[in-house]
């Protein structure tokens, strides 16, 4: 396709504060196992393969949208840098990924100022095949899309973080 009507590169991020020392959070966003947990939509995930956290390492996720449509995918781990940087790629039945996802962490004491982004790929998704079944309503429904990921993002850290403080009451790990 030619024209994608601006689904590739479609992207939206948040910045969140956290009453959490970097490493505690570092523990969090590389629990792909507790996602489900803390996520609106990602109910589970789980490690594919027993090489650690780094960059090529595999895991599944699985979500569950407010319509009922759940979705399997591959995530392919694309920087692992301790304390600072997580990020993959999300893989559905393509060679090329349909989103990236990508967390920076920046350490402020006890304090952790957590960077989530989300930019949307060249595959096909839900949004790509609504957007191209309603081109009219293009802008709209990416911005929708946006804004709810938004939203998610905000949740799962905000959820991540309580459960993590809650762990042992200080949110040191």
């Not at 505690?24 to 792909?32: D, E, F, L, M, Q």
């Not at 309503?137 to 799962?156: F, S, V």
Request: proline share 3%; with cysteine; hydrophobic share 40%.
């Amino acid at each position: 396709m030619t024209d994608d009507l601006g689904v590739t590169g479609a992207t939206t991020g948040v910045e969140v504060l956290v009453q959490l020392p970097v490493h505690a959070v570092w523990t969090g966003i590389t629990a792909i196992d507790r996602y489900g947990e803390w996520s609106p939509e990602c109910y589970y995930g789980a490690w594919l393969d027993d090489r650690g956290i780094v960059a090529g390492a595999r895991f599944e996720a699985r979500n569950r949208f407010a319509d009922g449509f759940e979705t399997y995918v591959i995530c392919v781990v694309t920087a692992a840098e301790e304390l600072k940087r997580f990020a993959w790629d999300v893989y559905g039945d393509e060679p090329v990924p349909l989103a990236h996802w990508e967390y920076e962490l920046e350490a402020r004491g006890n304090e952790t100022l957590v960077r989530q982004t989300f930019t949307h790929g060249p595959g096909i998704s839900g949004l790509r095949l609504g957007v191209e079944s309603e081109p009219a309503q293009a802008a709209e429904t990416i911005q929708g899309r946006l804004d709810e990921l938004a939203a998610n993002m905000r949740h799962t850290i905000t959820a991540m973080a309580t459960a993590l403080v809650h762990a042992d009451g200080a949110g040191r790990q």
